[in-house]
């Protein structure tokens, strides 16, 4: 029995358009019916076609779920991080608060505040507001 494979590939344009097989055999008895071998020639092209299918890649049902859920997972770090940042710059102003009320809570014997401090800490305004 000799065999004989065509393929007819689509269009590229029509990619929905599946690619056909066809194969024809070639017996050496010609008494078959032409009936019967048009038949098995379309039982096997059925088959072909079958098998020939392309696989459709799944969208994944939580896609969304899985976007939203990422997204709101990045949120939460990012307020978490943002607030352990604001923490520490409470802890700095109330660290440097506490040293200049330290230092200007300084007095005399006779109860007077030491003006070197006082004088210091005004330029030190001063110059911060220069700066900005």
Known sequence: VDVDVDVDVGDDENDEKEDEVNVVHYNDDEND???ADNAD??????I?????????HKTDP????????KRNKEERENRKTKRMEEV???ERKMKRKKSRAKIMSKRTS??????KNVVSDLLEKIKKGANE
Do not use: C, Y
């Open 33 to 35: 019916d032409d009936d």
């Open 41 to 46: 020639d379309a039982a096997d092209n059925e």
């Open 48 to 56: 072909m076609k079958h098998k020939r299918k392309r696989k459709r």
């Open 62 to 69: 939580f896609m969304k779920a899985k976007e939203v859920a």
């Open 88 to 90: 520490k710059e409470n």
């Open 110 to 115: 006779r109860g007077q505040p030491i003006m």
